[in-house]
């Protein structure tokens, strides 16, 4: 099923906590923060192996029409897919 939909980024808040180095093992977290009717929240951290944050960022995402870049309501199928992602 072609929903014809698409999530562009609209907002980007990130933050460098402390250097990544050559040989770090990077472990990468990723939720959904917030579901809202046309757009959602995602967070990301990044930690090294000694669960030191390196890097953080929360991105802002619409739901849009690919034929005319309208913002709509996130489809219900999807938007129990998003809800889903949440951190616990």
Known sequence: MDLEIGFPVVNINSQFHAPFRYGD????????????????TWKYEFHNQ?????????????????????????PSNIRSGLEGCKRE
């Open 25 to 40: 093992d990077v472990t990468a977290t990723i939720w959904i923060s917030n579901v809202g009717v046309k757009s959602c």
């Open 50 to 74: 000694k669960n030191e944050l390196l890097w953080s960022s929360e991105q802002v995402t619409v739901c849009v029409s690919m034929k005319n870049m309208e913002s709509l309501p996130i």
